[in-house]
């Protein structure tokens, strides 16, 4: 399938039982409470994430959702997305293929590695000190990231992250918002999502046959649709917002629900 931007996130059934049974339990963390009808943190952005044809998509969404969690609460620098990306490759040893990475593993090497500010180690760059680690020929995406620079990070975790699996998914990931939660999901691309523009709602019909995924971020909801932070630039959606119907996120076409509920430390 050819996309205009990169997606980046390839599951299979296994990955998919994986997820849903991780160890972020949704449980006692998010209640089902009353809530507005609508909820948008947009507003709180510095911008909108172009991966272009990068498949850098769960380090993007995680930044965008560290990101504007730090903004709702205590404000920190962009975590860089490259450096999520890169270490989430690095579980599977797949460092020098561009090919996507699945989010939990992002998160068990965040915790792990730590996180850096973008500009520390940027998704593009043409900082010569930075391509210098770069062997000849080597695009800047494929190298993997600098271990003298995250050993200055050592304690910076993902502090909380839960899966929102399960359940009213509506009601929990409209709860997360409400209270100032960061939620992320992954979703099976068809060739239309790319096409979305303006403020229309996107509803696939139906079951979307595709072997590409594409993880992003929320910034609010309301009555019908969740809002989302697209990582293909401002020229998805409306200014890089898309709509996307409520029901289709609930769709087994979505899956990989997680929630960041704290501020993750950031170090350089």
């Given at each position: 399938m050819s996309l205009h931007r990169g997606t980046g996130l390839i599951p299979d059934d296994e990955l998919v039982v994986r997820q849903r049974n991780d160890d972020w339990p949704l449980s006692g963390l998010v209640g089902a409470g009353r809530r507005p009808?609508?909820?948008?943190?947009?507003?709180?952005?510095?911008?909108?994430?172009?991966?272009?044809?990068?498949?850098?998509?769960?380090?993007?969404?995680?930044?965008?959702?560290?990101?504007?969690?730090?903004?709702?609460?205590?404000?920190?620098?962009?975590?860089?997305?490259?450096?999520?990306?890169?270490?989430?490759?690095?579980?599977?040893?797949?460092?020098?293929?561009?090919i996507g990475c699945r989010p939990q593993d992002a998160i068990v090497?965040?915790?792990?590695?730590?996180?850096?500010?973008?500009?520390?180690?940027?998704?593009?760059t043409s900082d010569k000190s930075l391509l210098a680690l770069s062997p000849p020929g080597k695009e800047w995406i494929d190298t993997p990231p600098d271990f003298t620079v995250l050993h200055q990070a050592a304690d910076a975790v993902v502090t909380g992250c839960f899966g929102a699996d399960g359940g009213d998914i509506v009601a929990t990931l409209e709860q997360a918002l409400h209270v100032r939660q960061i939620p992320m999901f992954a979703m099976y691309v068809a060739d239309d999502y790319q096409d979305v523009r303006g403020?229309?709602?996107?509803?696939?019909?139906?079951?979307?046959?595709?072997?590409?995924?594409?993880?992003?971020?929320?910034?609010?909801?309301?009555?019908?649709?969740?809002?989302i932070v697209s990582s293909w630039g401002e020229g998805h959606g409306n200014r890089g917002i898309?709509?996307?119907?409520?029901?289709?996120?609930?769709?087994?076409?979505?899956?990989?629900?997680?929630?960041?509920?704290?501020?993750?430390?950031?170090?350089?």
């Open positions: 009808l609508s909820v948008s943190y947009s507003g709180a952005l510095d911008r909108i994430i172009d991966q272009e044809q990068t498949n850098s998509c769960v380090g993007c969404a995680f930044s965008t959702a560290m990101f504007l969690r730090g903004q709702l609460s205590t404000p920190i620098r962009r975590p860089s997305p490259k450096v999520i990306y890169d270490l989430g490759r690095l579980i599977d040893e797949n460092e020098l293929f561009d090497m965040v915790g792990k590695h730590g996180i850096v500010a973008e500009e520390d180690w940027p998704l593009f403020t229309e709602v996107y509803d696939h019909p139906g079951r979307v046959d595709s072997t590409s995924s594409h993880m992003q971020a929320m910034c609010g909801y309301d009555e019908d649709s969740f809002h898309v709509r996307i119907a409520k029901s289709f996120i609930a769709s087994s076409n979505c899956f990989a629900r997680k929630v960041i509920t704290q501020v993750p430390t950031l170090r350089r």
